[in-house]
């Protein structure tokens, strides 16, 4: 979101480089997921089983298969740096920008990995507050680091005081230069906490809970690889969306990714809740009270549905005020706009979605969000958009109007499939 902002103020090109190369790094969340998934789901059972042996081996299954996946996210990634904002369809005057942010932010997927996978196992043992103390810092970071090497040097004026400001100038690679250091800083002070022996459940960097398990790896596969598919398979769509999206030109595309910055920046609650709700569950399974895990989804639903209304409205009401927060391009700034009022309908049941997506994952049912996510995307928003956008001649309108149809529709079929009960039977 930060990159999405600073990187606003230089204009429509810069603000496209950033949004046509963000879809395909979402691809390496897909992994990066699957391998949080897989541990995380194990570890959180095996804390409500109150078997901490297990938990400590699951604990140290993380570092080796994080470093591992991690860098061959990096090498894949910046690999394809060159070539993918051209196959994207990118104008040629994004291209270069594209190719620099691509380059550096393939450099921070492993610390990504990292973080991702230590902030999952840290809430699995229900301590939440360590993973946002530590991310909210690199956020800080971040900024900083982004204030420092996307603007060149100039004169800044405060409260009436004029003093020379170091910047970079590197544009948008500064903002990706910005991302990797953030990361890397969260990375490594989440593993420090993860080793602190104090905790009953820790890192230990001994040689037995080091060496891989077959075990816990075959189960993180097991666990994982729908997660991994699910993702893969949406952001596969999105890739597609972006395709579809680039058609319509450079403001089009820059609105599109204001536009979805801003609105993730609403599913934050829905998100806290799921998190919750895939740990809750995941431990009333491993303590073998199905009914609990069955009150906890429920629970989690209502909160989530009602607090979502509220997010909608709010949405819909303060769109172009939100979308000012990450640029000034009056060209983008009401199409971007009118982006959020359409998608303001569909955030109860995207919340739905969600979290009972998460309270079935901690089930391990992972096949039914699987299957969802498949449809959603695939068997509506992709057909959608391609009859919306280049039939219909709906412009970027059209796609949006196809991704809330997506949307509710997976959050009406999640609110079924946690109903009919089926998932309790295999838990």
């Known amino acids: 979101f930060s990159d999405t902002a600073m990187v606003g103020a230089l204009g429509a090109v810069a603000t496209a480089a950033v949004g046509i190369t963000s879809t395909s790094i979402w691809l390496s969340g897909s992994v990066i997921s699957a391998v949080s998934v897989g541990l995380s789901i194990q570890l959180a059972q095996s804390v409500g089983a109150g078997n901490y042996k297990r938990a400590r081996e699951v604990v140290g299954q993380s570092l080796l298969t994080s470093l591992v996946v991690g860098a061959a996210l990096t090498l894949v990634f910046f690999s394809l740096h060159w070539n993918l904002p051209a196959w994207l369809g990118a104008e040629e005057a994004v291209v270069p920008h594209a190719q620099a942010y691509l380059q550096v ?17 840290l809430r699995c043992m229900g301590d939440t507050h360590t993973p946002l103390k530590y991310n909210f810092t690199a956020i800080i970071l971040n900024v900083i680091f982004n204030f420092l090497l996307i603007f060149p040097s100039r004169d800044l004026t405060v409260f009436g005081f ?12 500064g903002a990706a230069w910005g991302t990797a250091l953030s990361l890397a800083v969260s990375a490594t002070l989440l593993f420090l906490s993860l080793c602190n022996k104090r905790r009953e459940i820790h ?13 816990i790896l075959k189960n993180m596969v097991f666990l994982g690889v729908p997660t991994a598919m699910e993702q893969f398979i949406t952001t596969s769509g999105q890739v597609i969306s972006t395709r579809i999206v680039s058609t319509l030109g450079t403001v089009a595309v820059a609105a599109n990714t204001l536009a979805v910055s801003a609105e993730s920046l609403s599913y934050m ?18 303590a073998k009270k199905k009914d609990d895990a069955k009150n906890f989804g429920k629970l989690a639903n209502r909160l989530g549905f009602c607090a979502m209304i509220f997010v ?3 949405l819909f009401v303060l769109a172009e005020p939100l ?3 990450f640029t000034r391009d009056e060209s983008v700034i009401p199409l971007a706009a009118a982006m959020l009022r359409i998608v303001a309908i569909a955030q109860p049941l995207n919340a739905s979605c ?11 049912d992972v096949k039914s969000p699987f299957f969802i996510g498949i449809f959603g995307m695939w068997g509506l928003r992709i057909p959608l958009a391609l009859l919306f956008v280049f039939v219909f001649h709906w412009g970027l309108h059209g796609y949006w109007i196809a991704m809330v149809i997506d949307n509710m529709t997976k959050g009406a079929l999640s609110i079924l499939r946690f109903k009919q009960g089926k998932w309790m039977k295999n838990a």
Do not use: C, H, W
């Not at 997927?109 to 196992?121: K, Q």
């Not at 890192?203 to 075990?215: A, I, Q």
């Not at 969600?354 to 391990?364: D, N």
């Open 323 to 325: 979308i000012r927060l």
């Open 354 to 364: 969600s979290i009972l997506s998460g309270a079935l994952r901690g089930a391990a």
């Open 312 to 314: 909608g409205i709010l």
């Open 105 to 121: 932010i393939a450099l921070s997927l492993l610390f990504n990995m990292l973080s991702s996978v230590f902030s999952s196992l």
């Open 162 to 173: 004029t003093f020379p400001m170091f910047g970079a100038g590197l544009g948008v690679a």
């Open 203 to 215: 890192l230990s960097l001994k040689k037995e809970y080091l060496k891989p398990d077959k075990d």
């Open 269 to 286: 609650p829905a998100y806290g809740v799921s998190v919750a709700t895939t740990t809750l569950v995941s431990q009333s399974i491993g």
